[in-house]
């Protein structure tokens, strides 16, 4: 989930914490319950720092290993550790439970989200990710604001907050079932299809597709149980036993790509000045006709790379600049 939706979490949780007698009868264990929430709620997401490293290193990692099995276990540690230091009096019991509770909650509501988690670490490095909540879900977030003026207005923090609770799981419930249907109208649509990815936006009725068959990729959106098909890409294998893609798989920008995305199509092009550009598009997301997330290698005419990048971008002149060179 975003951010202000993870924070939204964290001050619910806060207020459902007081169903704890300990916690309901001690005002100062209360008061670090608050901040231990409010920090689990967020921390998972701390390798974001690793945006200013690099693209590559950031999307390879991002979710993985802070939203990882030993990290659900030690992220509620160290900040129950750390706020008993400074709140020596608490129960500390309590505090851990209810941080353990922030830290674990988000990581599980990250797993419905079209990008997922490495939750399964480290038993596992498969991404898990139901693709049924849009990172930023504005039915769930207004329900939050809505449940935070009914606290405020009443008074009346636990009762508000299971009723929160009773709703969500009702909306999610809701969310897999016209996923389902998605899925259905996508099969009929595309009759032999053998992968199909189907993905929530922010719009409640609208969800982005994408299909490939042995012979083809096919892109589009629904609208309900209606599907319609924007785009059709022939499907063909990536030619790894030619020179210049052989050398730019070896480009980590390129292996962070192939490491997430699992439905791409390729482009090799011949440069303006010179040399090759080899281009891989993730066909999941398609926005307003252009297809924003993808890698791409520049090499010279004796296949050394000159440069490269991946990452979500919105238009073929910020590419260029990213790249440092004209096509």
């Avoid at 935070?148 to 009346?156: C, L, P």
């Avoid at 719009?203 to 299909?211: D, H, I, N």
């Avoid at 730019?248 to 962070?256: L, P």
């Avoid at 199509?265 to 997301?285: F, Q, S």
């Amino acid at each position: 989930m975003d951010t202000g939706t993870h924070i939204a979490m964290g001050v619910a949780l806060g207020g459902l914490a007081l169903i704890d007698p300990v916690i309901a009868s001690e005002p100062l264990t209360h008061k670090a319950v608050i901040s231990g929430v409010l920090v689990g709620s967020l921390i998972p997401d701390v390798d974001t720092v690793l945006k200013f490293r690099n693209n590559a290193v950031y999307i390879r990692n991002h979710r993985g290993i802070t939203h990882s099995m030993p990290a659900v276990a030690l992220w509620p540690i160290l900040i129950s550790g750390i706020l008993y230091w400074i709140y020596p009096d608490v129960n500390l019991l309590h505090l851990w439970l209810w941080t353990f509770l922030a830290v674990f909650l988000h990581v599980f509501v990250d797993i419905f989200n079209s990008y997922g988690t490495q939750a399964l670490r480290p038993f596992s490095h498969k991404w898990v990710a139901l693709s049924v909540i849009n990172t930023f879900d504005p039915i769930i977030f207004a329900l939050h604001l809505i449940a935070f003026g009914v606290w405020w207005k009443t008074g009346e923090p636990v009762p508000t907050m299971l009723g929160l609770l009773a709703i969500l799981v009702l909306y999610y419930i809701l969310r897999f079932a016209m996923k389902r249907a998605v899925t259905h109208a996508v099969e009929h649509t595309v009759p032999n299809a053998e992968e199909i990815f189907v993905a929530p936006t922010m719009s409640f009725f609208q969800w982005r597709v994408a299909a490939s068959t042995k012979e083809a990729h096919y892109v589009g959106r629904a609208y309900g149980r209606s599907v319609t098909i924007y785009d059709k890409f022939d499907r063909l294998p990536l030619p790894t036993e030619e020179k210049v893609v052989k050398v730019a798989m070896t480009d980590s920008n390129m292996r962070a790509f192939t490491s997430f995305s699992p439905t791409y199509r390729w482009v090799i092009d011949e440069l303006k000045d010179g040399g090759y550009e080899v281009r891989l598009i993730d066909l999941r997301y398609r926005s307003k006709g252009y297809y924003p997330f993808v890698a791409v290698v520049h090499l010279d005419d004796e296949y050394n790379i000159l440069n490269s990048y991946t990452g979500w971008i919105f238009s073929e002149q910020k590419l260029q600049k990213k790249l440092h060179i004209e096509k």
